[in-house]
Each structure stands twice: as C-alpha cells, then as structure tokens.
C-alpha cells in the first residue's frame, strides 16, 4: 500500500488542509508543502495616489488592503525609495478643519475584511519625496506586515476615481 492509499480514508472527512497536507507527505509538490494550512493572506489593490505639483513636499497614497485568510495580520511599517519616510497618518475632521497625525501603533487587519485607506480617512504619507506624483507616474512602496513579511506593490498616480 502507498502512502497516498493510506492517508484516503482520512483525507474524505477532513479539510482542504489536511489534503494539502497528504500531498505534501506524498511528496508530489513542493508548493502545497510550502504553504502553511493557515493563517493571514494579504492582497493589496488599487494603490493610487492624487496628481501634485512638483513643488509639493509631501503626497498621500491610498490603497485597499484585503487580508482572504482566516488569521489577522498588521501592517507595520511602510517604506518607498522616493520617499525619506512613508508614514501611516489618519485625518481627522474637528469643527470644519482636516488635520493629520501619525497612526503611532500598527494597523490591524482582521480576518476576512478589507481595510481601506482613503482620502479624509488612512493614508500612506510620502514626506519628502523625490518622485514627481505626475499622472501616469508610479510609486514603488514595501509595506512590511507581522506575519506575512514584506509585500511590494506600485502605487499609480491618477485622478480620484
Ligand atoms: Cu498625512
């Protein structure tokens, strides 16, 4: 009997873990041992930012961060090569007036929901940066999260859909 033969009769009543697992005993690809049965699962779409005069010393950057897993991840820290830092701010509105401060803790992101980060809302903040954030430019970014590590991803800088 070979050991996929063995492990049948307990892979039908169990998860898609535990199948992963069997393939991963069977030795039959490397991938599915590589993957572990659970955990967070970080996507990040729609990274953008507004078009700002080359003059501007600093530019926000908006983006979706959607965690598909069954555990929660934060994210960390943020960083970009054209940008001295990428500070995580949050704006708030108190009687008409908009200011930012620095989110000091890091940005949880829960199981299964989608964390937005928006204009008036969460940002990514690029002090001092030395790209232009023409239209059409894109911003490389590396968003470093507590268990899924470092994520990279571009940023396009475009209108406000
Ligand atoms: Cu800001």
Known sequence: MNIVAALRPKVRSKSLASLAL?????????AACQRSPSGPEIVISEAWGQPLPASAANGAIY????NRGDQP???LSAS????SALEL??????????????????????????????PAGLHLMC???QADFRQGAAIPLSLEFEKSGAIALEASIRLPP
């Open 22 to 30: 069997a393939v991963c005993l069977a030795g039959l690809t490397l």
């Open 63 to 66: 983006m979706q961060i959607r």
């Open 73 to 75: 991840d934060t994210l």
């Open 80 to 83: 970009s090569p054209v940008c």
């Open 89 to 118: 701010h949050e704006t708030e509105q108190e009687n008409d007036i908009a200011s930012m401060h620095l989110a000091h803790t890091g940005l949880p992101i829960p199981a299964g929901q989608v964390v937005e980060l928006k």
């Open 127 to 129: 002090v001092d940066k």
